[in-house]
């Protein structure tokens, strides 16, 4: 297979993580969405990443869908998503949570640095949406009883919030104060120190 995006995209990480955690062997093609728009419309015409290129030459577009197909590759018992209710939809909506968060980070991003006039009312729903979510999980982490968000071993909500965390602490430093989400801070401590996610990784780089 093939991953093709750069890890400082949380949606293209998650799809790394999860691909590494899965021990499936796959070819890193990082390219930018913009940087090298030209080679990637070929891919996606939409200029999104992540795309898998799987196996039989099959292109998947969004790391939803990636995520899907990829879980259908593992064992049962190996899967990142629980299988039994109301486990797998209280990790589902945790996960719907943090890539909300993220697909709002990106958003916020660009219209502060896209615009010659950015909305102002478009980045206050921005950062109040990015907020709520927060909020949210935060909730969820604070009942939290097992190691990981959803049991004993780490899943795609970790992932996802990992991932989350990191670009969005990246590419907004000054949005939010983890001290406000202390759940949520030592989520992300104990995720960032595995190695799964120091070897899947990489500096945040604006688009130029």
């Not at 486990?87 to 990106?106: F, P």
Request: aromatic residues 8%; charged residues 20%; contains cysteine.
């Amino acid at each position: 297979m093939i991953l093709i995006g750069q890890y400082d995209s949380p949606f293209v990480r998650r799809v790394g993580i999860a691909l590494t955690l899965y021990d499936l062997p796959f070819e890193h093609w990082p390219w930018s969405t913009f940087g090298d728009a030209d080679r990637l419309i070929a891919y996606n015409p939409l200029l999104r990443v992540p795309v898998l290129v799987t196996d039989d030459g099959d292109i998947l577009l969004d790391s939803h869908s990636i995520i899907d197909h990829v879980d259908g590759l593992a064992s049962p018992d190996a899967r990142l998503l629980p299988v039994n209710e109301p486990e797998r939809r209280r990790a589902m909506k945790s996960v719907s949570l943090a890539t909300g968060i993220s697909d709002k980070a990106v958003s916020l991003f660009y219209e502060n640095v896209l615009h010659n006039h950015p909305s102002a009312q478009w980045i206050e729903r921005c950062k109040r949406q990015i907020a709520a979510a927060l909020s949210a999980l935060e909730l969820e982490g604070s009942r939290r009883t097992t190691a990981f968000w959803n049991g004993e071993r780490i899943g795609h909500a970790d992932i996802a919030i990992g991932a989350m965390l990191d670009h969005l602490i990246a590419s907004h430093p000054d949005l939010i104060d983890l001290d406000d989400y202390p759940a949520l801070q030592r989520h992300g401590e104990t995720l960032r120190a595995m190695p799964v996610f120091q070897s899947i990784y990489q500096p945040f780089i604006p688009p130029a």
